[in-house]
């Protein structure tokens, strides 16, 4: 029987799925010294994977897309680890 004969009857069931460029520490001074235009360093370097999250936990790995005016994000790996 295959995986998705198992589980197909959780097939509609709705999921948060969040998609984490990178995460920041900053005081409330930092962030209230925020303006239009500013910019927040953070740790990852341009054209690193995005984290990809259902319901809090790591499931896959992903890059930016631009498809026409849209922008989306492409499934490049899948974290197997537990």
């Not at 520490?25 to 994977?49: F, P, Q």
């Amino acid at each position: 029987m295959k995986t998705i004969d198992e589980i197909g009857h959780f097939s509609d069931i709705s999921l948060d799925v969040l998609v984490e460029l990178d995460r920041k520490v900053m005081t409330v001074r930092d962030i209230l010294a925020l303006d239009k235009g500013s910019v927040i360093k953070m740790n990852r370097s341009a054209g690193e994977n995005l984290d990809i999250l259902v319901g809090g936990s790591l499931i896959a790995f992903g890059e930016i897309v631009i498809i026409e005016s849209s922008m989306g994000v492409r499934i490049t790996d899948f974290n197997l680890e537990e």
